[in-house]
């Protein structure tokens, strides 16, 4: 069964620092993309960054500099470090592989003095 559970989220301040963590299971992890997604209130689910199953990155201009996703292929783990965080960053963040539907419970990051 697919599993993913993120964890790591939480309040802090703007310009501040968190790293979000996900499990995953399931599935042969290391021959997958992965990426980080995230849900504000009232907008779409949007990605924040990508992860290939060769380590290529990418990101989208708003976090670019700012987030840096990574994996632990042993471990069947990736990871987002985001940094200098924004209030506009406050979401609920998910990781999942690029185009599958099912999500998991996700972990919320709100950004706020």
């Known amino acids: 069964q697919v599993q993913m559970v993120e964890s790591g989220g939480g309040l802090v301040q703007p310009g501040g620092s968190l790293r979000l963590s996900c499990a995953a299971s399931?599935?042969?992890?290391?021959?997958?993309?992965m990426g980080w997604y995230r849900q504000a209130p009232g907008k779409q689910r949007e990605s924040v960054a990508i992860i290939s199953n060769r380590d290529r990155t990418t990101y989208p201009d708003s976090v670019k500099g700012r987030f840096t996703i990574s994996r632990d292929n042993a471990k069947n783990m990736v990871y987002l470090q985001m940094n200098s965080l924004k209030p506009e960053d406050t979401a609920v963040y998910y990781c999942n592989v690029p185009g599958w539907g099912r999500w998991g419970q996700g972990t919320q990051v709100t950004v706020s003095s």
């Open positions: 399931g599935f042969m992890f290391s021959i997958y993309d």
